[in-house]
């Protein structure tokens, strides 16, 4: 009985441990509509292009929302270094929508689009 639990128990932590470290493209998908970052993104492309900065700045504020939500879930699994761009990306367009600039906005918001999509690769 000894033996086994000596074999058993590191056995099954490690397949625990890779599960976790493996499941970052599922738990990335939105389990409510409150933490869909890919649709937040688009609904910001569409109001930057419209030139409605006030609702892309209330619609940055729900993505940040959202991936606060989100973040919790896939720190385990993904890279820290793809959660900070994510974050940098966050707030460059946030500088970009203060200055009302078009053509950063859309570079923040690809970028964290790109970012997000190397999420749990």
Not at 2 to 22: A, N
Not at 95 to 115: T, V, W
Request: charged residues 25%; hydrophobic residues 40%; negative net charge.
């Amino acid at each position: 009985m000894r033996k086994f639990l000596i074999v058993t128990i590191p056995i099954v932590s490690i397949v625990i441990f890779v599960l976790i470290m493996l499941s970052g493209s599922i738990l990335k998908k939105p389990l409510t509509k409150d933490d869909n970052i890919p649709e937040s993104i688009q609904l910001i492309i569409q109001d930057v292009e419209s030139e409605d900065w006030e609702g892309a700045s209330e619609k940055t504020d729900h993505l940040s929302n959202a991936w606060k939500k989100v973040v919790k879930r896939v720190q385990f699994s993904s890279e820290r270094d793809e959660i900070n761009s994510f974050d940098a990306s966050i707030a460059h367009l946030r500088g970009a929508i203060m200055a009302k600039d078009k053509s950063g906005s859309f570079i923040s918001l690809n970028e964290a689009y790109e970012h997000w999509d190397g999420l749990g690769r």
